[in-house]
């Protein structure tokens, strides 16, 4: 008798499929499902003891630490955005395909050597202030400095071309 009730709930469970329906083998490693594979037993035993071969962060990075079985927030390491202020700025956000192409040069060194120097060097040669071998009488602070000196001051924080000049 339950033989026959289960072949009869068959027989009307199967009423509307269609039996020329083909099933393919699926690959399921080309679908990467990071952090979504094993039993609930296994994310448990993870959450106690995880292994950090199988958990892929997608390019997400961490906002602190791991010490023994602890996580340690460490709040420099929360990214920040930082935007600028451009409600005064002239310009307009968008530029149209019509503009003309701007064509400019690479910066070389000689280009760097007359925003740098060359203003300095004339100065001091209208002024007489260069000595006969071409060195200045009165040198800046910056001409005073050794090559190790510069160098560590090149290798400073916030040390840039562009920064302002105080």
């Known amino acids: 008798m339950i033989i026959i009730t289960i072949s009869q709930k068959l027989k009307n469970k199967n009423k509307h499929f269609n039996f020329n329906f083909k099933i393919w083998k699926k690959n399921f490693r080309k679908f990467q499902l990071f952090n979504k594979r094993g039993s609930r037993q296994f994310k448990e035993q993870q959450a106690k003891n ?74 001091d040669f209208q002024e007489e202030k260069l000595n006969e071998d071409g060195s200045p009488k009165v040198p800046s602070p910056f001409e005073k400095m050794t090559s190790a000196e510069a160098e560590l001051k090149a290798k400073q924080t916030g040390t840039d071309l562009f920064c302002s000049k105080d």
Do not use: W
């Open 50 to 123: 995880p292994e950090p071969d199988l958990f892929h962060k997608r390019g997400v990075r961490n906002t602190g630490y791991v010490d023994g079985d602890k996580f340690i927030m460490v709040p420099e390491m929360v990214p920040e955005l930082i935007v600028p202020n451009l409600s005064d700025c002239q310009l307009k956000p968008y530029v149209s395909y019509r503009a003309p192409d701007i064509k400019q040069g690479e910066f070389t060194a000689e280009d760097l050597f007359n925003v740098v120097y060359a203003p300095k060097i004339a100065k």
